[in-house]
């Protein structure tokens, strides 16, 4: 039985009855190989969809990388703000703190109560706005507009119940 490496299938518009006889001879397959050649043939066909599923296979595995590379760089971006996070954890925790202590010596030597609230709810708000609102005093021009921009947006609730 012949091997059949390399086969090239070619479509002709022979009609097993009506094309003469020495045109069918020349392109008929020789005894025992159609099956071989159809088997190959599907083998091929196989291979090439396998090939093709591997790929798109490849392709999804791709964008999925992707997508978990560009969230561990987003993460890894995020965890440069860290130190900061803590740092203004632990000046708003010193605030708190004072007040409270400020609270409760007032509260000591017999103030009312919603006195005592009030100045406590006044003095985290004073501390909390001191800095930004000197540094909008200190800065000048675009400075001054860029900062005022943000503040706006860190502090202003808008359509929220505050």
């Known amino acids: 039985m012949p091997r059949l490496h390399n086969v090239s299938i070619l479509a002709l518009g022979l009609n097993h009855t009506t094309a003469p006889l020495d045109m069918r001879a020349r392109f008929a397959l020789p005894a025992g190989t159609l099956a071989p050649a159809l088997q190959a043939i599907s083998k091929r066909v196989r291979r ?4 093709e599923q591997r790929r798109d296979a490849v392709v999804q595995a791709e964008a999925i990388v992707e997508h978990g590379v560009h969230g561990f760089v987003q ?6 703000n860290v130190p900061l996070i803590q740092a203004l954890q632990r000046q708003a925790d010193e605030w708190r703190c004072a007040e409270i202590a400020r609270a409760r010596r007032a509260l000591a030597r017999g103030e009312a109560v919603d006195d005592v609230l009030l100045a ?6 004073r501390k909390m706005l001191h800095g930004p609102l000197a540094e909008l005093h200190a800065t000048d021009g675009a400075g001054r507009e860029a900062l005022g921009r943000t503040l706006e947006r860190l502090f202003l609730a808008r359509g929220s119940a505050h």
């Open 48 to 51: 090439s969809a396998e090939s």
């Open 75 to 80: 993460w890894l971006d995020r965890r440069g």
């Open 120 to 125: 406590l709810s006044r003095g985290v708000a």
